[in-house]
């Protein structure tokens, strides 16, 4: 079964960091580029950044840009997103999602999501 | 950059087809045949549509079909069901190297 499981959300104050995980299985890992994509509660999505299957390039929305970094370590089937100096906007509930086979940018599936709450 | 624009909600009766629009420009829609539709039941993760403009992957039904002329693309639903009821999404890649969603469309099926 094909499946992303992300991991890590939780309380932060502003200006600190978090490191989100999405544990990939059910494919290769190292053939597909990995995106995380958020969602405000009640609100629509926001894609926040890809990574290659090599790692090799990365992409982010510019709201990120120089806050977030996006990794992934191909030998631990297993992507991150790392949120350094965090703001009250980056509140969220965090998707990652693979590359769809056969495709290119679009996303399947995604897993469940991991919310972030930034609050001092 | 600015969400791609869809309607704020459509609504249409069982059995009958409902056709969501997603505006974009040159930049995104209109210059790249990456355009997907994903649809999110609510406490749900989005699910892929469609990708690649009009391509559906294993699993969604044949009664979900898109389509795209110009700027703008569009999903239809036909035979609609009472389980369709979601919101739907439209993305597209941008010229900035960027996934683009649009604002999302509440379908009610009344």
């Known amino acids: 079964q094909v499946q992303v499981v992300e991991s890590g959300g939780g309380v932060v104050q502003p200006g600190r960091s978090l490191r989100l995980s999405c544990a990939a299985s059910?494919?290769?890992?190292?053939?597909?580029?990995i995106h995380w994509v958020r969602q405000v509660p009640g609100k629509g999505l926001e894609w926040v950044a890809a990574?290659?299957?090599?790692?090799?390039?990365?992409y982010y929305v510019d709201s990120v840009k120089g806050r977030f970094t996006i990794s992934r370590d191909n030998s631990k089937d297993t992507a991150y997103l790392q949120m350094n100096s965090l703001r009250p906007e980056d509140t969220a509930v965090y998707y990652c999602?693979?590359?769809?086979?056969?495709?290119?940018?679009?996303?399947?599936?995604w897993g469940q999501g991991t919310l972030v709450t930034v609050s001092s | 950059q600015s969400a791609l624009t869809q309607p704020a909600s459509v609504s249409g009766s069982p059995g009958q087809s409902i056709t969501i629009s997603c505006t974009g420009t040159?930049?995104?829609?209109?210059?790249?045949?990456?355009v997907s539709w994903y649809q999110q039941h609510p406490a749900t993760a989005p699910r892929l549509l469609i990708y690649?403009?009009?391509s559906r992957p294993s699993g969604v039904p044949d009664r979900f079909s898109a389509s795209k002329s110009g700027n703008a693309a569009s999903l239809t639903i036909s035979g609609l069901q009472a389980e369709d009821e979601a919101d739907y999404y439209c993305?597209?890649?941008?010229?900035?190297?960027?996934?683009?969603f649009g604002g999302g469309t509440k379908l009610t099926v009344l």
């Open positions: 993305a597209s890649f941008t010229s900035t190297s960027t996934l683009l």
């Open positions: 999602a693979k590359r769809t086979t056969g495709g290119l940018w679009a996303l399947d599936p």
């Open positions: 059910g494919f290769t890992f190292s053939t597909h580029g």
């Open positions: 990574i290659s299957y090599d790692g090799n390039n990365k």
């Open positions: 040159s930049s995104d829609v209109g210059g790249y045949k990456y």
């Open positions: 690649e403009v009009t």
